[in-house]
């Protein structure tokens, strides 16, 4: 009797069958399938008939969850199944045929097989950024034109002799310390910065000695190696103990030992084997095992400690006999489930401070890759569009990074050393011009070599090596439109000026189909609304320390958006199940249209949350939101604002710096308004923070409910004047600063935008 194959759908939070009815941009495309019970290897083939009478690519022995090929298969229509075999030898039947369609103008992106790549990387050291034959040829470079970046890291050298770290091991947590608590939180983040601030020390002077002919750099990084390499690699700065300071062990010790591995002695070789051989053997249980991370990737630290293991396995091949399959893993997940937060258009789901740290940290993967095996990451559609993300969402000038975690105080300038990475690897002109428009950032990293840049993690041997990367000239974005939908992440920014924040208005939607999960926990249908340089109407709270009472009870809770709750009660908090979804999206130089679908977001507690949003730019914004509920309820209006706003009937004032905002209630009437500058729960006693929140709640308990708000954002000192008028329940009039905004309210917003005399110049249908 054949075994049964296990084809249920993906849950939330699980990667899925992939391809499946889809039009593919890469060739081959990356093969996934459910995880099989007592699987011991996989078999799939791939045929251009749903018949599979004539297979046209077949592979056999495939022993984890994912395959990509290693030739490039030919567009048009496929199709695609898999089967395992157990343990006993046992054969299961094959799985339903799954169909696909490669795009005409795909990218070729074939996977080598285990035994190419792993032959491609040098058998001898450096094996990471460069390899030996590249040193030459640094060398003179570093005397030439790259001589400045080099002179910097002589500087920095001299100023780590100058104050060497300490390398006393790093303490554990006492007994009886409490997870989250201020005292815990002082050793998890502590013992990561000491760990950086020892290792990547060492790996600029390791790094720095390849270039010139200062051998007693060499020789101090080899003292901070060994000592580092006594501590416990099941202690504090173990993986599983403390990852954030475990990875960082990791990635910094690998990159020292291999720079200064012709120093050391193989007794001393074997010591750092050993203490990586524990450390490397954990992630790998923890994400190839534990997690199955190849049908589970959106664990968030997990989305960088695959690559982390793959530096060790890189360094560590041929030395370690489990550094082979740590590098295939780590290939793997590249070439089958990274990046698992994005989507195709560009987008990042958790937010602009996670899509930096993380995206900056995989671009050091991506330098290996290219150095060690000639892997072009950058060959991967998403980083044709990945800068497109900040670009879109903090034009120049922004200060609020609109969702996710750590974005409340970001600014655009923040992005800038990511950016110009992405910039020269995609030949991108537009990515290039955002840089450039932060003069003060470019000129602050340039100058920035020092022990504190070492510290926080900044490693210049880097900044060295992409030194050779190629001049991009800078185009402004003046051709493209001014908004963008990421819809595979379910993001939306609505801008009037792409090219200035000073003189822009932004509306941020989210309804996404990765829901709440992780760091992006906003909730679905919540909006916020910049203008001018300055945050209106916002995301408020500030993480303290994550998974802390004020992160968890209110930065997860609706009620800390722009968004609507029902009795009180919150939508599914930081959950994969809290989902939303883009209805549709319309741009225009006039007007920008976003509707998003939310109910599924609240367990069950409605039925039915449309949001529809009509910006006619810049002057006016309008939100009609369809609330459903089971059963007779009250339905509460969330909005927020870093000042106290002034409240008169249904209409609200907010001034904000240099900006403000006229909010018109309009729809329904009789709302219970109320405001509070208090936190429920509060942040802890070191955050001060102060922010305002509005509840606008219906009186009597009702199935549905319709909202309609007219937001109206000026410049300070010149409030709009008028008010907007609901001449019926269908028909909304809105003052213009030049004429009048005509609004017909139903399932799809309809607008008319005329002159003074009446004349109709633009139309959104």
Same mark, same amino acid.
């Given at each position: 009797?054949?075994?049964?194959?296990?084809?249920?759908?993906?849950?939330?939070?699980?990667?899925?069958?992939?391809?499946?009815?889809?039009?593919?941009?890469?060739?081959?495309?990356?093969?996934?399938?459910?995880?099989?019970?007592?699987?011991?290897?996989?078999?799939?083939?791939?045929?251009?008939?749903?018949?599979?009478?004539?297979?046209?690519?077949?592979?056999?022995?495939?022993?984890?969850?994912?395959?990509?090929?290693?030739?490039?298969?030919?567009?048009?229509?496929?199709?695609?199944?898999?089967?395992?075999?157990?343990?006993?030898?046992?054969?299961?039947?094959?799985?339903?045929?799954?169909?696909?369609?490669?795009?005409?103008?795909?990218?070729?992106?074939?996977?080598?097989?285990?035994?190419?790549?792993?032959?491609?990387?040098?058998?001898?050291?450096?094996?990471?950024?460069?390899?030996?034959?590249?040193?030459?040829?640094?060398?003179?470079?570093?005397?030439?034109?790259?001589?400045?970046?080099?002179?910097?890291?002589?500087?920095?050298?001299?100023?780590?002799?100058?104050?060497?770290?300490?390398?006393?091991?790093?303490?554990?947590?006492?007994?009886?310390?409490?997870?989250?608590?201020?005292?815990?939180?002082?050793?998890?983040?502590?013992?990561?910065?000491?760990?950086?601030?020892?290792?990547?020390?060492?790996?600029?002077?390791?790094?720095?000695?390849?270039?010139?002919?200062?051998?007693?750099?060499?020789?101090?990084?080899?003292?901070?190696?060994?000592?580092?390499?006594?501590?416990?690699?099941?202690?504090?700065?173990?993986?599983?103990?403390?990852?954030?300071?475990?990875?960082?062990?990791?990635?910094?010790?690998?990159?020292?030992?291999?720079?200064?591995?012709?120093?050391?002695?193989?007794?001393?070789?074997?010591?750092?084997?050993?203490?990586?051989?524990?450390?490397?053997?954990?992630?790998?249980?923890?994400?190839?095992?534990?997690?199955?991370? /190849?049908?589970?990737?959106?664990?968030?630290?997990?989305?960088?400690?695959?690559?982390?293991?793959?530096?060790?396995?890189?360094?560590?091949?041929?030395?370690?006999?489990?550094?082979?399959?740590?590098?295939?893993?780590?290939?793997?997940?590249?070439?089958?489930?990274?990046?698992?937060?994005?989507?195709?258009?560009?987008?990042?789901?958790?937010?602009?401070?996670?899509?930096?740290?993380?995206?900056?940290?995989?671009?050091?993967?991506?330098?290996?890759?290219?150095?060690?095996?000639?892997?072009?990451?950058?060959?991967?559609?998403?980083?044709?569009?990945?800068?497109?993300?900040?670009?879109?969402?903090?034009?120049?000038?922004?200060?609020?990074?609109?969702?996710?975690?750590?974005?409340?105080?970001?600014?655009?300038?923040?992005?800038?050393?990511?950016?110009?990475?992405?910039?020269?690897?995609?030949?991108?002109?537009?990515?290039?011009?955002?840089?450039?428009?932060?003069?003060?950032?470019?000129?602050?990293?340039?100058?920035?070599?020092?022990?504190?840049?070492?510290?926080?993690?900044?490693? /210049?041997?880097?900044?060295?090596?992409?030194?050779?990367?190629?001049?991009?000239?800078?185009?402004?974005?003046?051709?493209?439109?001014?908004?963008?939908?990421?819809?595979?992440?379910?993001?939306?920014?609505?801008?009037?000026?792409?090219?200035?924040?000073?003189?822009?208005?932004?509306?941020?939607?989210?309804?996404?189909?990765?829901?709440?999960?992780?760091?992006?926990?906003?909730?679905?249908?919540?909006?916020?609304?910049?203008?001018?340089?300055?945050?209106?109407?916002?995301?408020?709270?500030?993480?303290?320390?994550?998974?802390?009472?004020?992160?968890?009870?209110?930065?997860?809770?609706?009620?800390?958006?722009?968004?609507?709750?029902?009795?009180?009660?919150?939508?599914?908090?930081?959950?994969?199940?809290?989902?939303?979804?883009?209805?549709?999206?319309?741009?225009?130089?006039?007007?920008?249209?976003?509707?998003?679908?939310?109910?599924?977001?609240?367990?069950?507690?409605?039925?039915?949350?449309?949001?529809?949003?009509?910006?006619?730019?810049?002057?006016?914004?309008?939100?009609?939101?369809?609330?459903?509920?089971?059963?007779?309820?009250?339905?509460?209006?969330?909005?927020?604002?870093?000042?106290?706003?002034?409240?008169?009937?249904?209409?609200?004032?907010?001034?904000?710096?240099?900006?403000?905002?006229?909010?018109?209630?309009?729809?329904?009437?009789?709302?219970?308004?109320?405001?509070?500058?208090?936190?429920?729960?509060?942040?802890?006693?070191?955050?001060?923070?102060?922010?305002?929140?509005?509840?606008?709640?219906?009186?009597?308990?009702?199935?549905?409910?319709?909202?309609?708000?007219?937001?109206?954002?000026?410049?300070?000192?010149?409030?709009?004047?008028?008010?907007?008028? /609901?001449?019926?329940?269908?028909?909304?009039?809105?003052?213009?600063?030049?004429?009048?905004?005509?609004?017909?309210?139903?399932?799809?917003?309809?607008?008319?935008?005329?002159?003074?005399?009446?004349?109709?110049?633009?139309?959104?249908?």
């Amino acid at each position: 009797m054949a075994l049964t194959i296990d084809e249920r759908p993906a849950q939330p939070g699980e990667w899925g069958f992939r391809p499946e009815n889809v039009t593919t941009e890469e060739t081959p495309p990356a093969f996934v399938w459910r995880p099989q019970e007592n699987a011991a290897s996989y078999d799939i083939q791939c045929a251009r008939g749903a018949d599979f009478s004539k297979v046209a690519y077949e592979a056999k022995g495939v022993t984890y969850t994912v395959h990509r090929p290693a030739e490039v298969f030919e567009s048009g229509q496929w199709y695609w199944r898999f089967r395992f075999v157990d343990r006993g030898g046992k054969v299961s039947d094959w799985s339903s045929g799954r169909a696909f369609v490669i795009d005409q103008n795909a990218k070729a992106l074939p996977l080598p097989k285990c035994s190419e790549l792993i032959g491609r990387i040098p058998k001898s050291h450096p094996r990471l950024f460069v390899r030996p034959e590249d040193l030459d040829g640094l060398r003179a470079r570093a005397r030439g034109d790259l001589k400045p970046i080099y002179d910097d890291l002589v500087a920095t050298c001299e100023d780590i002799l100058a104050d060497m770290p300490s390398t006393k091991e790093p303490p554990l947590y006492p007994e009886g310390t409490v997870v989250l608590s201020e005292e815990w939180r002082e050793i998890w983040w502590g013992n990561r910065m000491y760990t950086i601030r020892v290792l990547n020390s060492a790996a600029t002077l390791a790094f720095t000695r390849l270039l010139g002919e200062q051998d007693h750099y060499g020789e101090k990084a080899k003292e901070l190696l060994l000592a580092c390499a006594k501590w416990d690699p099941l202690g504090a700065t173990g993986y599983r103990y403390n990852d954030e300071a475990g990875m960082p062990y990791n990635y910094y010790f690998c990159r020292t030992y291999t720079f200064v591995n012709d120093l050391l002695s193989e007794e001393e070789r074997e010591i750092c084997r050993a203490v990586m051989k524990v450390q490397g053997q954990e992630m790998y249980d923890h994400l190839a095992t534990e997690m199955r991370y /190849l049908w589970h990737p959106y664990g968030s630290h997990a989305g960088r400690a695959w690559h982390f293991l793959g530096e060790i396995g890189v360094t560590f091949l041929d030395e370690i006999p489990e550094a082979e399959e740590w590098v295939w893993f780590a290939m793997n997940v590249f070439g089958a489930v990274y990046p698992a937060w994005c989507d195709e258009d560009g987008g990042w789901h958790q937010g602009l401070q996670y899509w930096e740290s993380y995206v900056q940290r995989f671009t050091w993967w991506a330098d290996i890759m290219q150095a060690a095996m000639g892997i072009d990451a950058y060959c991967k559609p998403y980083f044709a569009r990945a800068g497109d993300y900040p670009m879109y969402f903090q034009p120049p000038g922004t200060r609020g990074g609109g969702v996710g975690d750590l974005t409340t105080t970001r600014t655009s300038d923040q992005n800038c050393s990511l950016m110009r990475t992405l910039a020269a690897q995609a030949r991108n002109p537009y990515w290039k011009w955002y840089v450039d428009m932060h003069p003060e950032k470019v000129k602050e990293e340039t100058s920035a070599r020092r022990l504190d840049a070492v510290g926080a993690g900044r490693s /210049l041997y880097i900044d060295f090596v992409r030194g050779a990367l190629p001049e991009v000239s800078a185009k402004a974005p003046v051709d493209l439109p001014s908004s963008k939908c990421f819809r595979g992440t379910g993001l939306v920014a609505m801008n009037s000026d792409l090219t200035d924040g000073k003189n822009n208005v932004s509306v941020i939607f989210k309804s996404s189909p990765l829901g709440s999960q992780s760091h992006g926990f906003d909730a679905q249908n919540s909006f916020s609304l910049f203008a001018f340089g300055e945050r209106l109407l916002i995301h408020t709270g500030q993480r303290d320390i994550h998974g802390s009472d004020h992160h968890k009870n209110w930065m997860h809770h609706t009620k800390s958006t722009n968004c609507i709750g029902i009795n009180g009660e919150s939508q599914l908090r930081n959950q994969a199940a809290a989902m939303g979804e883009i209805l549709d999206f319309q741009t225009s130089d006039v007007f920008d249209y976003v509707a998003g679908e939310a109910a599924q977001a609240y367990g069950g507690k409605l039925k039915k949350f449309t949001r529809q949003i009509l910006f006619a730019k810049p002057d006016v914004v309008v939100i009609c939101d369809t609330v459903v509920a089971p059963d007779a309820s009250i339905f509460q209006y969330y909005l927020h604002a870093e000042t106290e706003m002034d409240i008169e009937g249904q209409t609200l004032k907010i001034t904000t710096g240099d900006a403000g905002c006229v909010v018109s209630l309009l729809c329904p009437g009789n709302l219970k308004i109320s405001q509070t500058d208090q936190f429920d729960p509060p942040p802890r006693e070191r955050v001060q923070l102060r922010e305002y929140h509005v509840t606008a709640e219906t009186t009597i308990p009702r199935k549905d409910a319709t909202f309609i708000a007219v937001l109206r954002p000026h410049r300070a000192g010149d409030v709009p004047e008028g008010g907007p008028v /609901l001449m019926d329940d269908e028909t909304l009039m809105v003052p213009l600063p030049n004429g009048e905004l005509k609004v017909w309210v139903g399932e799809t917003l309809h607008a008319e935008k005329r002159d003074q005399n009446g004349v109709v110049v633009a139309t959104l249908c």
